[in-house]
């Protein structure tokens, strides 16, 4: 399977910036075709943040469309999201998210794999 490694998180004051990254791996072979960053409060649903695929077309949630960017590098299966402009709202935990096909079987199987979350916590 696949495995997600999430870093970046912490706490910062509103109007600062935080870089969140995510790389994956595995023993099997794989090809990734989204990436994206999802964010959860306590008692409420996952809800999606923004998303990259394999051939760079990025979605954005509404509400960080001109404050966060999102990028991603092929060649190490790693997904970052740049927080900029960061307000009290967007305190969750942020959650890693991709999904595409293993290769070490035929025919390839579909997968989807998250992170284990990071804790983002803007202070007022």
């Known amino acids: 399977q696949v495995q997600l490694v999430e870093s970046g998180g912490g706490l910062v004051q509103a109007g600062g910036s935080l870089r969140l990254s995510c790389a994956a791996s595995?023993?099997?072979?794989?090809?990734?075709?989204?990436m994206g960053w999802y964010r959860q409060a306590p008692g409420k649903q996952r809800e999606l943040v923004a998303d990259?695929?394999?051939?760079?077309?990025?979605t954005y949630a509404d509400s960080v469309k001109g404050r966060f960017t999102i990028s991603r590098d092929n060649a190490k299966n790693t997904v970052y999201l740049q927080m900029n402009r960061l307000k009290p709202d967007d305190t969750y935990v942020y959650y890693c998210?991709?999904?595409?096909?293993?290769?070490?079987?035929?025919?390839?199987?579909?997968?989807?794999?998250w992170g284990q979350g990071t804790q983002v916590t803007v202070s007022s």
């Open positions: 998210n991709a999904r595409g096909l293993l290769f070490d079987r035929y025919p390839p199987k579909d997968f989807g794999s």
């Open positions: 595995g023993g099997s072979r794989f090809g990734i075709t989204t």
């Open positions: 990259i695929t394999d051939a760079g077309t990025t």
